[in-house]
């Protein structure tokens, strides 16, 4: 009885060991890992599977992988097996009494499948499994693997996914399980030590992965938004945006204004037809001098109305990235104004604002700026963006409370001389070239091919006989003003009648027809030009530099661009200077919250209920995902080279490589010799004053403490022959000097740390070798 118990528990710890050797700690951290990328990658692609089951095909996907790995036969086992089941089952559906149980099983067992597995669930988790456990048993590259882990985890953080924490914890605790089995490698290659076993170490790794994840989990805040790194977060989405830009499709996220939030386009897809704009208190404006301020610009005209027909892109403003391209769009600088005294004329045409913005009500995220912007202090804890209409936009809505500054350079129309300095302006800058004007011209010349010849025959009667491009708008301008009059209760325009054609004909309207018809015909009298929206300015009776801007202020002109120039502002109703307080008050800000989103409401402050901006949105998590696998890359690829760099030395000074570059043992003994003495210089070690090779020597070998085989007295014996004897070294002579060399390599790596050990060493060696190949190359 006692001899089959001790029988048993012989068995028993067989099989303990059997599973001990089968690496079951590395497959648990393999599952965890395939476990987590499928939870983060199966909706992805549109799967909807639940945990359990993405964690069963895991598991069997992975079974399957180890069996195949195991033995040959497994597989067509497995497929035989299945072949059998399946005509057993088909055999006993013959029965009449089994057919409909078996029929019955077989439907819900299809119908399980079907709702809850899915042929492509299983199909993205089989070659996922096969993969990682081929990585991990036979490659094990731990930094593959983890820049795998990270791009998924930064990908579902940057998508906000609701499982991304679960799917750090998988696959960090995965990670933290193969560690050991990667230092065990190690260890295993550098010494034949093997007295601790691969698997307890990996058991070992496991309960002290869990309460690490689970410690973290406990202790990391709910809210982790201040640990963010605002710095990193912008190159991130600078890149993203360049990206983008460049390779993106689709018009990028625009969260200007439209002046239709504030019921100016009444017939909604066209323009025109009566309007009765409300009177609410938008923004308060500090300024010395009324203006204009621009909200949004469209370029293509349809003949019913306005859109973004040319992509605009979409740039952080303070970027350095997109710098130039700043000051490309807002031209707060043209160059060509430097020279030809274009710059005196310059200061006599522009008005310095410098500008405050209150926000009143409503909730936007529109900026509203004017021409030729000089800087730009956003609202706090908003970041802005722009595009290349000139638009401004916040990445959040900007509501009661906020506000910003700005200075600009505007173009003053009002002051004295400027049609007489723009004609000299003109004539100055027309021999530069404007690195814009084609651009422009292809951007803003647009016009629709159905255009009514009248529109074109009334430019052209307009500026009949002028050459000047500034004052052909100026001409077009003062028609407008002169044979159109000004009501917000124009007919409604026919849905087959080009709208321009149908104000040129009535001469009827308010200001999006005034824009229109100026923006359209200066384009048909061969000038660009764009459609603007945003706000006008009321005079207060508060303080002489306070402005208001409400509903009834909000406006819509037209910006001409002259080459070499940039953009000026035509406005036939001039309601660029400010408009009279009217009798009825503007409606002063009243607490409303219907219709606002929560967050964004400021606590027992005022809001409006106006939305005065409507928000395009596109989908850009493609491109920011390209933009992290980008950057993913770009460090994997720096830190393999900065790798390569590292063994850089030791590999270069191997004597089969050393010989190929320098002919000749005694000369090759002669570079070995003096790299050593460089080598030693790293613990202090150098010749003194009047000290001889023979005494210097010793003293290098009882400061390393380096073996017998490799002593430095051992082998500088044939360094001091071939000296002062002129015996030339033998190749064993020389490859005992390259042994000694690459051990003191070593050495002076770990004495040094990767740090210091790339400048002092790798960096001089890199310069070593570029002499050597090039003196190599003259011979």
Not at 251 to 272: E, I, T, V
Request: include cysteine; aromatic fraction near 12%.
């Amino acid at each position: 009885m006692k001899e089959d118990r001790i029988k048993l528990s012989e068995r028993f710890f067989k099989l303990i060991r059997t599973i001990m050797q089968s690496r079951m700690a590395e497959q648990l951290a393999v599952l965890l890992i395939i476990f987590g990328l499928s939870v983060a990658l199966c909706p992805w692609v549109g799967l909807q599977s639940s945990l359990l089951i993405i964690l069963a095909v895991s598991f069997c996907s992975l079974l399957l992988a180890w069996l195949l790995t195991r033995r040959v036969w497994v597989f067509p086992v497995v497929i035989g097996t299945a072949a059998l089941l399946f005509g057993v089952l088909q055999l006993l559906k013959l029965s009449a009494d089994l057919a409909d149980p078996i029929s019955d099983i077989e439907f819900k067992a299809v119908l399980f499948w079907r709702e809850n597995l899915q042929l492509h669930c299983v199909i993205l988790i089989l070659p996922l499994a096969f993969l990682l456990f081929l990585l991990v048993r036979r490659l094990l590259s731990l930094s593959l693997l983890g820049a795998l882990c990270t791009a998924v985890v930064v990908a579902q953080a940057f998508r906000h996914d609701e499982t991304t924490a679960l799917v750090l914890a998988l696959l960090a605790v995965g990670y933290l399980i193969l560690l050991p089995a990667a230092q065990f490698r190690r260890i295993k290659k550098a010494s034949k030590d093997k007295s601790v076993a691969l698997t307890t170490l990996q058991l070992t790794a496991v309960p002290i992965a869990l309460i690490s994840v689970l410690a973290a989990v406990i202790m990391v805040p709910v809210d982790t938004t201040k640990w963010k790194s605002q710095t990193l977060l912008n190159i991130v989405y600078d890149c993203n945006d360049l990206i983008s830009y460049y390779f993106g499709r689709g018009q990028p996220r625009n969260d200007s204004f439209k002046l239709s939030g504030l019921g100016y386009y009444p017939l909604s897809d066209r323009l025109g037809g009566p309007i009765s704009p409300g009177n609410m208190h938008l923004l308060s404006v500090y300024t010395k001098v009324p203006f204009l301020l621009r909200g949004a610009v469209e370029d293509t005209y349809s003949g019913t109305g306005w859109y973004d027909g040319w992509r605009t892109g979409r740039f952080r403003y303070d970027s350095l990235i997109w710098r130039f391209n700043r000051n490309q769009t807002f031209q707060p600088d043209f160059p060509l104004w430097k020279s030809s005294g274009c710059a005196e004329l310059y200061q006599k045409m522009i008005y310095p604002l410098q500008v405050e913005v209150f926000y009143n009500n409503g909730w936007t995220r529109g900026i509203f700026v004017t021409d030729r912007l000089t800087s730009l202090t956003p609202p706090e804890r908003h970041n802005i963006y722009y595009n290349n209409q000139s638009e401004l936009f916040s990445t959040n809505f900007i509501g009661f409370g906020n506000t910003y500054d700005f200075t600009a350079d505007m173009f003053n129309r009002s002051l004295k001389d400027f049609s007489k300095n723009m004609q000299s302006l003109e004539q100055k800058v027309s021999g530069f070239k404007d690195v814009n004007w084609e651009t422009i011209c292809n951007q803003y010349l647009q016009l629709p091919e159905k255009l009514p010849r009248t529109v074109t025959d009334t430019a052209a009667q307009i500026t009949q006989g002028i050459d000047s491009p500034y004052l052909k708008a100026e001409a077009i301008e003062e028609w407008l003003a002169k044979n159109c009059t000004y009501t917000l209760t124009p007919d409604i325009p026919p849905k087959d009648e080009d709208f321009v054609a149908h104000f040129l004909k009535t001469r009827e309207g308010y200001c999006v027809y005034y824009a229109s018809a100026m923006t359209v015909l200066a384009r048909s009298a061969g000038l660009p030009a764009r459609y603007v929206t945003g706000f006008a300015m009321q005079k207060t009776d508060i303080r002489p530099d306070l402005f208001y801007v409400t509903e009834k202020t909000a406006h819509a002109w037209s910006e001409v661009y002259f080459k070499g120039i940039g953009w000026v502002t035509f406005d036939p109703l001039r309601f660029d200077n400010a408009l009279e307080l009217p009798e009825e008050r503007p409606i002063e800000p009243t607490m409303i919250t219907g219709g606002i989103p929560s967050q964004y409401i400021p606590q027992q402050q005022p809001v409006g209920p106006i939305e005065i901006s409507q928000t395009h949105t596109e989908d850009n998590g493609g491109a920011l995902f390209i933009t992290l696998i980008l950057i993913l890359l770009l460090s994997i690829t720096i830190y393999l080279l900065l790798r390569h760099l590292i063994r850089l030395p030791k590999r270069a000074y191997k004597y089969e490589n050393l010989a190929r570059l320098i002919e000749g043992e005694g000369e090759q003994m002669s570079f070995y010799f003096k790299d050593i003495l460089r080598q030693l210089e790293v613990f202090n070690l150098s010749l003194h004053v009047g000290e001889t090779l023979t005494e210097f020597v010793p003293r290098c070998d009882r400061r390393l403490s380096l073996k017998r085989s490799s002593s430095m007295e051992h082998i500088s014996k044939a360094y001091t022959r071939w000296q002062y004897g002129l015996i030339k070294p033998g190749k064993d002579d020389i490859g005992e000097l390259a042994a000694l060399h690459e051990t003191l390599e070593e050495r002076v790596l770990q004495k040094l740390g990767r740090a210091a050990y790339f400048f002092k060493r790798v960096l001089p060696v890199c310069g070593e070798m570029l002499k050597l190949r090039r003196k190599s190359r003259n011979k």
